[in-house]
């Protein structure tokens, strides 16, 4: 199997070579880096990673912007690296797209073993960096108004009448738990391919970008008819 290929971005350079060093020892394969978010599109446009690795806070252009805009172009995944004090950011990145979040602080084990599900189209929820965010779309004034973006909120972009059926119900509970495909085919008995077809249509349904928008969303939603 291809090893996954790896985009870094951060604005420090030690840090960017901290994690090179980190993904390279564990056998992914770094194709680039850069500096800003600018930078990041312009790269991952012209190197084609499976997954960005995405610092949020960056002079400029920040991550939350360029994770917008490769999702938005589909030009990879993006997994994100934040610090405890970056709440705004990371509420910022699920709707952006953002497939995970990981504390800056990971260990090399977790940090891969997160670059290759999100790679493999899995979310990665660290529950240290998703708590508090979570807690504030809960918060979240009803969605008819517009984003800071100009973009619609997520129900706005919902399918209209759309119902989760049981089996979508039960595929968005196992995604809120951090459960990955191959987890939740085994846990319901079907296949790896059965489980990201609901997936998509759980996404589709809410009108989320992402895994992890999903579980945000699903904290805040009722999905039962």
Not at 21 to 33: C, P, T
Not at 111 to 116: E, G, M, N, S
């Amino acid at each position: 199997m291809r090893a996954p290929r790896v985009l870094v971005v951060d604005d420090h350079g030690a840090i960017r070579e901290a994690l090179r060093i980190m993904l390279d020892s564990h056998g992914l394969a770094v194709v680039g880096e850069a500096a800003d978010g600018d930078t990041a599109v312009r790269n991952a446009a012209a190197l084609r990673p499976d997954v960005v690795l995405m610092d949020l806070r960056m002079p400029g252009t920040d991550g939350v912007a360029a994770t917008r805009e490769i999702r938005r172009l589909r030009l990879a995944e993006v997994l994100a690296l934040t610090s405890f004090d970056e709440d705004e950011l990371v509420f910022g990145a699920i709707r952006a797209g953002a497939a995970g979040f990981l504390l800056k602080t990971v260990d090399a084990v977790t940090l891969v073993a997160a670059v290759r599900r999100v790679a493999a189209g899995e979310g990665v929820l660290d529950p240290g960096v998703t708590r508090r965010a979570l807690a504030a779309l809960a918060a979240a004034p009803p969605s008819d108004e517009v984003r800071g973006d100009g973009l619609p909120e997520a129900s706005d972009r919902a399918m209209p009448g759309a119902v989760l059926t049981v089996r979508e119900q039960e595929v968005l509970a196992g995604m809120t738990r951090g459960a990955s495909n191959a987890e939740l085919a085994a846990q319901l008995g079907i296949t790896v391919t059965t489980v990201k077809t609901h997936v998509s249509n759980v996404l589709a349904k809410l009108g989320a970008r992402s895994r992890g928008h999903a579980v945000a969303i699903a904290r805040g939603l009722d999905a039962s008819p």
